[in-house]
């Protein structure tokens, strides 16, 4: 029972360079959701998914972009890498929301460091 | 913008009492509460939830209360044990006008038990 992978665990990005975060879940779950967390701080919606080919923005989104060909995955792609983006983030995946029994299951997070 | 907050950053509670976590909503359209608990280096995960047609819903040592005529959300713990130490969140589903639904997370408070 994998739930929601993301990788890498870890990474450390140079100024400018690019990557994606990779997100999968087995769970057959409609909605995904892409947060940021830095330190001390609560969790920032970047980009959310309702189903496969369906993305929208969330809190904040610049500087990101995601795309959602398929219900399992739902990768994260940073674009010239700024020390801003250094964060951890987390993907989750739920089977909708909104009711009860709907709660979001998250991934380990993602550790990124912008030098 | 509307958003989700947290009273207190940190909490202390003597290891056998009884905590409790308070969170401020100011959207009225919300109609749906998580708590979400985040051991160290981990992702967050689910506690309890509620509705807003609810003021109060119970689970294993848990209890949350739900105040809509002040935009209040409280997180109760009963008879707390080291394990509950970690950072807990509220979160709020809100269903825009326009635009798919989505989790908002507050900023969080940091449980810490004494033994």
Not at chain 1, 88 to 95: I, K, L, N, Q, R
Not at chain 2, 15 to 22: F, M
């Amino acid at each position: 029972n994998a739930g929601v992978t993301q990788t890498p665990k870890f990474r450390i990005l140079k100024i400018g360079q690019s990557m994606t975060l990779q997100c999968t879940q087995d769970m057959n779950h409609n909605y995904m959701y892409w947060y940021r967390q830095d330190p001390g701080m609560g969790l920032k919606l970047i980009y959310y998914s309702v189903g496969a080919g369906i993305t929208d923005k969330g809190e904040v989104p610049n500087g990101y972009n995601v795309s959602r060909s398929t219900t399992e995955d739902f990768p994260l792609r940073l674009e010239l890498a700024a020390p801003s983006q250094t964060s951890v983030y987390f993907c989750a995946s739920s089977y909708s929301a909104g009711g009860f029994g709907t709660e979001a299951f998250f991934g380990q997070g993602t550790r990124l460091t912008v030098v | 913008g509307e958003s989700v907050g947290l009273h207190l950053p940190t909490l202390s509670v003597q290891e056998g009492d009884n905590s409790i976590i308070n969170c401020a909503y100011s959207n009225s359209a919300s109609d749906y509460f998580i708590w979400y608990k985040q051991e160290s280096g981990k992702g967050p995960q689910f506690i309890i939830d509620i509705r807003s047609n609810m003021d109060k819903r119970q689970g294993q040592r848990v209890t949350v209360l739900l105040n809509k005529t002040v935009k209040h959300l409280s997180l109760q713990i009963a008879a707390t044990q080291p394990g509950d130490s970690a950072v807990y969140f509220c979160a709020e589903n809100i269903e825009p006008l326009f635009g798919n639904e989505k989790l908002t997370f507050g900023t969080g408070t940091r449980l810490t038990i004494i033994p």
